[in-house]
């Protein structure tokens, strides 16, 4: 069986507007789905919303493509043409350069330690 990719923006907002919602939601996904999160960047490359990829079988993804955008045609679409090969079957981690917070840490030092004495 060969395993797929699928990385797209999932909204913080409206029915998910709070972090235990939001990982409930991310959760559910997972499961009635058969999928894996496999990468979650906070900050997507819309901008705003974080960007979650997804791993499983190219029939689960597109269920989940064509459920998510509540239309067959463009779940279908954007599974064309953004569905990946899951080539790496090892451990990595990505970093998006674009939107790294290096040099301008808020939370976590560069040294690993907190930032915020309270969080101690």
Not at 107 to 113: A, K, P
């Amino acid at each position: 069986m060969k395993l797929k990719r699928f990385s797209l923006d999932i909204a913080f907002d409206g029915p998910c507007n709070d972090t235990s919602k939001f990982l409930t939601y991310l959760q559910e996904i997972c499961e009635v789905f058969n999928l894996q999160i496999v990468g979650l960047i906070p900050v997507g490359p819309g901008g705003a919303w974080p960007e979650v990829t997804f791993r499983g079988t190219e029939e689960d993804l597109t269920k989940f493509s064509i459920a998510f955008h509540d239309d067959p045609e463009l779940g279908q679409e954007m599974i064309d043409d953004y569905c990946e090969e899951d080539v790496e079957p090892g451990f990595s981690i990505f970093v998006d350069e674009r939107y790294t917070t290096k040099g301008n840490r808020q939370f976590i030092n560069e040294d690993g330690t907190l930032s915020f004495k309270e969080w101690e």
